[in-house]
């Protein structure tokens, strides 16, 4: 059985995550500089990548499926890269499932990898500007109520950034 289309469907999935890898490497430029507008593009060029990959992974699963049935295998068995390159025997053929296996394998720890690291980047963002709007208009569980100006409760208050006293 020929295995070439499922080795092309492999390879073009290690490009793609290539691609996303790069994205990853942009978006943590736009955060860690603050660029919104750059961010949301690389939003959006992402997204048409996950579409094309999983596009890739349909084909890819046709491909393994194909390849079963040409080494007399009938049920649609879900089996990963190694188990399905037992099924192989040309050692040539062997070699470069391996090959590309362990290639997309790398390629996806090193995107898993970026991706945490941008999702920590977006969270301290998001610490920072909350706590700078802490510092700006006060603590969300200062109270709200009116209290007279003798009246000294236990209460520490600090000013938001709007003073009424003229």
């Given at each position: 059985?020929?295995?070439?289309?499922?080795?092309?469907?492999?390879e073009?999935?290690?490009?793609?995550?290539?691609?996303?890898l790069e994205?990853a490497?942009?978006k943590?430029q736009?955060?860690?500089?603050?660029q919104?507008?750059?961010?949301i593009d690389l939003l959006?060029?992402?997204?048409r990548?996950?579409?094309?990959?999983?596009q890739?992974?349909?084909?890819?699963?046709?491909a393994?499926?194909?390849?079963l049935?040409?080494?007399g295998?009938?049920?649609?068995?879900?089996?990963n890269?190694t188990e399905l390159s037992?099924?192989?025997?040309?050692?040539?053929?062997?070699?470069?499932l391996?090959?590309i296996?362990?290639k997309l394998?790398?390629?996806l720890?090193?995107?898993?990898?970026?991706?945490e690291?941008n999702q920590?980047l977006i969270?301290?963002?998001?610490?920072?500007?909350?706590?700078?709007l802490d510092l700006l208009v006060?603590?969300?569980?200062?109270?709200?109520?009116?209290?007279?100006p003798?009246?000294?409760?236990?209460?520490?208050?600090?000013?938001?950034?709007?003073?009424?006293?003229?």
């Open positions: 059985m020929e295995l070439t289309p499922l080795l092309e469907l492999l073009r999935l290690d490009e793609v995550h290539l691609q996303m994205l490497a942009l943590k736009s955060i860690m500089d603050n919104v507008d750059s961010l959006n060029r992402e997204s990548l996950v579409k094309l990959i999983g890739l992974e349909e084909q890819r699963a046709e393994a499926y194909a390849f049935q040409g080494v295998i009938r049920s649609n068995l879900n089996l890269l037992r099924l192989v025997f040309d050692p040539e053929d062997k070699a470069r391996l090959h296996q362990q394998s790398g390629t720890y090193r995107l898993k990898e970026a991706n690291l920590k969270e301290q963002s998001l610490t920072f500007i909350d706590y700078s006060g603590r969300p569980n200062q109270e709200i109520t009116y209290h007279h003798s009246d000294k409760g236990s209460s520490v208050t600090r000013p938001g950034i709007f003073d009424a006293r003229g």
